[in-house]
């Protein structure tokens, strides 16, 4: 195997196993527990910051959930998940990491930018940003064109997990995105292997 994954499954780690099931490639989990576990000297040597996810692929490290998409797409192109517009998919797939990570945060955090410091946090307020979002989940089926790309893994689960949890809005036109990707063998068998790891419930 020339894939090494790190993960939990309550993490973004998830997002990662949906697309090295989009990939079809093998891979190697290690599944890693939150506190000692993550911050072990072995498992800060391949990320600093003691979390998770990270993969190893041919001895190369890449962390951070959307750097890992884009990374995977480029080393595996006959997946076919580069996505038909490149300027698209660069766009949609960092300001998903960017404006739309951090302006769910604060709301999950409760915090509430002032208006007159909108301009210093760079996303504006949730509402632009979902503004956005909606606009460009509304071009076409997907996010970098006609065809499924890496991005849409990265971005789809953004949009999917912020509706559950109540971060972001269901407006019609995200509701229809997440729609065309929620049942995708791929995201179906990486939810499957994920719970299948959930700490089991005492009782």
């Known amino acids: 195997m020339t894939i090494t994954f790190w993960t939990n499954p309550m993490s973004r780690g998830r997002i990662v196993r949906w697309m090295l099931e989009e ?16 911050k ?3 498992y800060l040597a391949v990320n600093p910051m003691g979390k998770v996810p990270a993969i190893r692929h ?3 490290v890449v962390t951070e959930a959307a750097a890992i998409c884009a990374y995977l797409a480029e080393a595996f192109p006959q997946a076919g998940l580069q996505g038909e517009d490149r300027a ?15 302006a769910v945060t604060l709301k999950s955090l409760g915090v509430t930018v002032p208006a007159e410091r909108e301009g210093t946090v760079g996303f504006g307020t949730l509402s632009h940003v979902l503004d956005a ?3 460009a989940v509304s071009a076409h089926p997907y ?21 559950m949890f109540g971060t972001i809005e269901p407006r019609p036109a995200l509701v229809a ?13 990486a939810d499957e292997m994920d719970n299948a790891l959930m700490p089991k419930k005492e009782g």
Do not use: C, H, N
């Open 88 to 102: 698209a998919f660069f766009r949609w797939l960092f300001f998903a990491a960017g404006p739309v990570e951090q």
């Open 133 to 135: 979002l909606e606009t």
């Open 177 to 189: 995105y997440w729609d065309r990707l929620k049942d995708r063998p791929a995201r179906l068998r």
């Open 40 to 42: 072990s000297p072995d």
């Open 58 to 60: 041919d001895g190369r």
């Open 143 to 163: 996010i970098a064109g006609e065809a499924f790309s890496a991005a849409d893994v990265y971005v789809g689960s953004q949009i999917g997990w912020g509706m």
């Open 23 to 38: 990939l079809g490639q093998p891979y190697e989990t290690v599944v890693l527990a939150y506190g000692p576990e993550m």
